[in-house]
Structure formats: structure tokens, C-alpha cells
């Protein structure tokens, strides 16, 4: 059984989804700290320039970066829901997909979510079924909590789930006990993703756009992750 791990992201970038379509299943590991300037609440849209953030703020305390993701507020005193609707649409009503993809980022932005967790979570499943991704999406917070921190997080969990092999992020090499993993049976292989060219609505290609872009310009994405 093959398991991956990752950070709640905001409707995230293709090798999130990657790494999804090549697990059994994925954990989102929303009980960690939030991170400043992360793609935990923002992402990058395509625009006849290049490209642009879309982020969405968060309520600023003083124990703000102590707390963990599923603690994080949005913060809707700013509109930025409907700035990111009037940004998404006004760089893709042109795409070819606009009218079918639209309505599904539409009914997400106009819901008011009560932290980010749960607003990253259904940004993320929502393109599931266009994908045609069947991974079975589990988020730490609905399990008992995991005692570890770390590479010793990332152990415990695979052994509560009685895996055979972590698929990681290729900066896991940087933080990983291997020989932990190697004396539990738990094979490590190293996420290996290579960005796909397609035709983007614009004149030139940026990589690394939200799957918002691909889901805009391409009829069948989900051939990207077979």
C-alpha cells in the first residue's frame, strides 16, 4: 500500500495532484504549524503577463504562526473571495473550459469556511472526479493525534496506516531518517514529477500554475496523471 503526506494546499499545482493519483492514500497533515508565505493559503493563476498570486488572508494575531492549520481563521473582512472570482474569471473567460470549470471555483469562493483547512481541503477534492483521481483522502486532524514530530511524524503515520511504501516529496531527502523507515519495512521512494507542456490560454507557458490553468485549457486533464 502506498501512502503520501502533504501540507493542505489551495487549489494546488499538478504535482500535488500527481503525487495523489500514485497513492492509495493521502494524508493531509493539517495539524502542523501554518506557515507564513506558503502555498498553504495561495496559489498562482495564469495572466497575459505571466502569472499572479491569489491568496487568501488569514486573521493576524499574535500567536498566529504558534498555531496549527486547522487553527488558522480566514479572514472575510478583506472580500477576497470575490476578488479572487472577478481575478480567475477575468484571466479565463476565454479558455475553453471556462463554462464548465468556473461554477465548481464559483460554489467554493461563494461558501463562507470556517478555517483554512477546510476551505484548502475542498479546493483540493473538489476536481476529483474530472481528474478522474479515486485516492482515499484522509486529514490528521480526524484521527487520533500523532505524538512525533518531523521525519518521526511522517514514520508514525505510516505505521498507524500499516504501510509498505512512503511516497515522499523530493525534499524529504533533506529531513528524512531513512534507516528508521528501512528497520519498520517502509520503503521511501522520492516523488520524481516532471511538469507537463500544454496549451495554455496565453502566449508562451508558465509551469507551476494552480490546476485551475489546466482544468481551463484542457479537455481531458486527467491524462496528465494516468
Excluded at 503526506?5 to 487549489?11: K, L, R, V
Excluded at 495561495?42 to 487568501?56: A, C, D, E, L
Excluded at 496549527?68 to 470575490?82: G, K, L, T
Excluded at 470556517?114 to 484548502?120: E, I, V
Aim: glycine fraction near 2%.
Amino acid at each position: 500500500m502506498i501512502l503520501s503526506i502533504h501540507q493542505p494546499a489551495y487549489f494546488p499545482w499538478l504535482g500535488y495532484y500527481d503525487r495523489i493519483a500514485k497513492s492509495d492514500i493521502f494524508i493531509i497533515l493539517d495539524t502542523v504549524q501554518y506557515q507564513k508565505n506558503s502555498f498553504q493559503n495561495r496559489n498562482k493563476i495564469r495572466t497575459n503577463i505571466g502569472w499572479s498570486w491569489i491568496t487568501v488572508p488569514v486573521i493576524t494575531k499574535k500567536i498566529l504562526y504558534e498555531k496549527n492549520i486547522n487553527q488558522i481563521e480566514i479572514d472575510y473582512s478583506q472580500n477576497w473571495n470575490i476578488k479572487h472570482l472577478k481575478s480567475i474569471k477575468q484571466v479565463y473567460t476565454k479558455a475553453k473550459n471556462f463554462e464548465k470549470i468556473f461554477p465548481l471555483i464559483e460554489n467554493i469562493l461563494k461558501k463562507k469556511w470556517l478555517n483554512l483547512a477546510d476551505l484548502s481541503y475542498e479546493t483540493t477534492i473538489c476536481f476529483f472526479d474530472i481528474l478522474e483521481i479515486d485516492t482515499k483522502i484522509i486529514r490528521t486532524s480526524e484521527l487520533k493525534p500523532f505524538k512525533e514530530n518531523k521525519s518521526d511524524l511522517i514514520l508514525e503515520i505510516c505505521k498507524h496506516f500499516d504501510t509498505s511504501k512512503y511516497l515522499s516529496g523530493p525534499n524529504g531527502k533533506n529531513y528524512l531518517n531513512e534507516k528508521k523507515f528501512e528497520n519498520e519495512s517502509i520503503n521511501i521512494e522520492y516523488h520524481n514529477f516532471i511538469h507537463p507542456f500544454y496549451s495554455q490560454n496565453y502566449k508562451g507557458f508558465e509551469a507551476n500554475m494552480s490546476v485551475i490553468d489546466l482544468l481551463m485549457n484542457i479537455d481531458r486533464p486527467s491524462k496528465y496523471f494516468d
